[in-house]
């Protein structure tokens, strides 16, 4: 008997075929390039090769989701855990390298767990403004029998200056109204009454609770071990990016960070040395040319998580803007 997938199964595969034609998009570099040689491009290369190639101040916004601190294999690549002094020296190596990249008014995330957030921080805030650090929960993941379960990790926030972009009104989160405070003429006060529920929009903050981990019935999953939630990428994206701005990835893995760029209208470049996670990153690219929807941010907003299942049928949801409509709504 052949494998098959379960009926709801929605993850993204690769054929043989696929990997032939995807390929051919993927962009090699070998000498100095212009901005313009490589936007919205993925370049299948060892990073740490392919530095000293790239072009000096033209990224907006740098996300950075580098190996943490533990030995792990990805796709036919594997990193080796070490000590947290060795490991802030190899960060180091190479990320002083990238910040000739940035212009003066980028801005810099930084993906980290608690074997790697430390030595992360000492190293940016060498070099950079450290304005804050993101921990977001990863539901997802093993117990422990004598440990505490690890299910959070952390994003560094970063910029190269004072001058750099913030959009917060972009980022705000909707979620159900717990106290529905009234005016004395009982008229709701800083929330909205609708016939899903209340709701009100807050201000986003560094705790963020509202991602799901990709897994096999949603959309963008892929066979990527530790694949970023497109959600994750489009709050940073939309915070602190503006339209036609330029976003690299220098560990692109299966492409989130270029795929929520080109559906948010931003340009991008990715590098990633795994030629079949690349070409993953291409198909993903190509679908969304004809679908530009984000699970868990619609109507202008994003959703506290199994939120957006209650606005299902509403023609304003409908025509207000993206978002997946799943089997099972995990926003």
Known sequence: ??????????????????VALYQKAVRQVSS???PSD??????????????DFLPTAFV???????????TKSFGGNSFRGRSLEEYRLWFESW?????????PTASVYICGDWRSSSAIHLVADKYLIVRNRITWEREKGRGAKANWKNCSEDIWFCTVSDNYTFNLDAVKLKRRVIAPYTDPDGKPKDWEDTDKGGYRLTHPSNLWTDLTVPFWSMPENTEHAT?????LLAKIILASSKGEDLVFDPFLGVGTTSVVAKKLARRYVGIEMDLRYCCFTEK????????????????????????????????????AGPTYSLFADVS
Do not use: C, H
């Open 1 to 18: 008997m052949g494998n098959t997938s379960a009926p709801r199964n929605r993850s993204i595969t690769l054929s043989p075929d696929e």
């Open 32 to 34: 100095k390039v212009a």
């Open 38 to 51: 490589i936007q919205n491009t993925t370049i299948n290369a060892n990073l740490f090769e392919a530095i």
């Open 60 to 70: 907006d916004l740098l996300f950075i989701d580098p190996p943490y601190n533990l």
């Open 95 to 103: 990320f002083r390298k990238l910040l000739v990249t940035l212009k």
């Open 227 to 231: 694949q970023k939630p497109e959600k």
């Open 284 to 319: 993903r690219l190509a679908m969304a040319e004809y679908d530009r929807e984000i699970q868990g941010y619609a109507q202008g907003v994003f959703w506290e998580r199994n939120s957006l299942q209650d606005q299902r049928g509403s023609s304003d949801a409908k025509k």
